[in-house]
């Protein structure tokens, strides 16, 4: 079976078509590598999310539940908040020991420290 003149365009043609959508595919591909490499920008952790995680990591690690937090603020390295704990159940409750933990936690919310700042009867108030 002979080639036709024609035949020979159809085919130069499709070699043509063939070259570009292999060139098209390479381009995507590395475009899609490229993205992939990149770092994806992380958000920081809302507020409410840093504020349950440190009461959560308090309390796995003092074995202690924490009642309230009583202070959050935003630092340069990450987070500092003031935790209020039940530290001794006692009847009545008035008479339970309670202590407040400072916590300071990384940009990302994990725990980087904490430390008891002060214990208290939960009847009693700061004096002035």
Same mark, same amino acid.
Do not use: I
């Given at each position: 079976? #002979? ?8 085919? %130069?043609?499709? !070699? ?6 292999? $060139? ?13 490499? %990149? ?16 009461? #959560? ?8 539940? #924490?009642?309230?937090?009583? !202070? ?23 008479? $339970?020991?309670? #202590? ?11 725990? !980087? ?11 009693? !108030?700061?004096?002035?």
């Amino acid at each position: 079976m #002979a080639n036709t003149p024609e035949d020979t365009q159809n085919t %130069q043609n499709d !070699s043509q078509n063939d070259s570009q959508n292999d $060139s098209q595919k390479d381009t995507s591909a590395r475009a899609t590598s490229a993205r992939a490499h %990149q770092q994806p920008q992380e958000q920081p952790p809302s507020p409410m999310r840093v504020l349950r995680g440190a009461c #959560a990591q308090l309390a796995e690690l003092t074995g202690m539940e #924490a009642e309230s937090v009583s !202070s959050f603020e935003r630092t340069e390295d990450g987070w500092t908040l003031n935790v209020e704990v039940l530290e001794l159940a006692r009847v009545p409750d008035t008479m $339970s020991l309670l #202590a407040s933990y400072e916590v300071e936690l990384d940009a990302h919310g994990e725990l !980087s420290g904490y430390r008891r700042v002060r214990r208290y009867e939960r009847g009693r !108030s700061d004096r002035s």
